[in-house]
């Protein structure tokens, strides 16, 4: 199973927009509506923001927001704060056969 | 407090063992399904096992079948990896992590994940 795509990096100023990619198969984010996405911050653990392509854990802010078309997931953060500066990982059931998961390769968001 | 921990990492020689442990505190640990995951140094995640949370369904990435063993103990509220034959590639920080949904295998993502333990494979 092969990584999804995601972009190295994006950046934005504070209270401006990003928008990070993720791109797979139909055999996972086009196949399933199970697309999550994590936070991290360097040397931390990763944090669960968005959970079934679009859904808010609690304690999420609403800045978060998640959406799919196709192959293709997208996570975007609006009004961009200094905390919001990590790295960002999609990950999506990939189980046809098997359970599985498979995770992006990664997008630092930069807040200028 | 909801809280997992990891503990076990260490430096191993390649072709060496390894076991992780993890402690959950805080929830019903019996309830819930639980993961593995790992990141090498400056990589990304990388799913590595999911065990359901009566230890019948055990799922495995191809790059660890057959060499990683994924078991719980859910009087001890623990989690374990057993790793064998130990290879440069698993050199990683390990992450155990909760489905967020309780009851059997699911793909709803993982809402809570412990600190992480090291493991380095290197002569």
């Known amino acids: 199973q092969s990584a999804l795509t995601q972009p190295p990096s994006a950046s934005g100023s504070p209270g401006q927009s990003v928008t990070i990619s993720c791109t797979g198969t139909s055999s996972d984010v086009g196949g399933y509506n199970y697309v999550s996405w994590y936070q991290q911050h360097p040397g931390k653990a990763p944090k669960l923001m968005i959970y079934e392509v679009s859904k808010r854990p609690s304690g999420v802010p609403d800045r978060f927001s998640g959406s799919k078309s196709g192959n293709t997931a997208s996570l975007t953060v609006s009004g961009l704060q200094a905390e919001d500066e990590a790295d960002y990982y999609c990950s999506s059931y990939a189980g046809s056969n098997n359970f599985s998961y498979v995770f992006g390769t990664g997008t630092k968001v930069t807040v200028l | 407090e909801v809280q997992l921990v990891e503990s076990g990492g260490g430096l191993v020689k390649p072709g060496g063992s390894l076991r992780l442990s993890c402690a959950a505190s805080g929830f019903t640990f019996s309830s819930y399904s639980m993961n593995w995951v790992r990141q090498a140094p400056g990589k990304g995640l990388e799913w590595v096992s999911s065990i359901s949370s009566s230890s019948s369904y055990i799922y495995y990435a191809d790059s660890v079948k057959g060499r990683f063993t994924i078991s719980r103990d859910n009087a001890k509220n623990s989690l374990y990896l057993q790793m064998n034959s130990l290879r440069a590639e698993d050199t990683a920080v390990y992450y155990c992590?909760?489905?967020?949904?309780?009851?059997?295998?699911?793909?709803?993502?993982?809402?809570?994940w412990g600190q992480g333990t090291t493991v380095t494979v290197s002569s």
């Open positions: 992590a909760r489905d967020r949904v309780e009851g059997g295998l699911s793909p709803y993502g993982m809402d809570v």
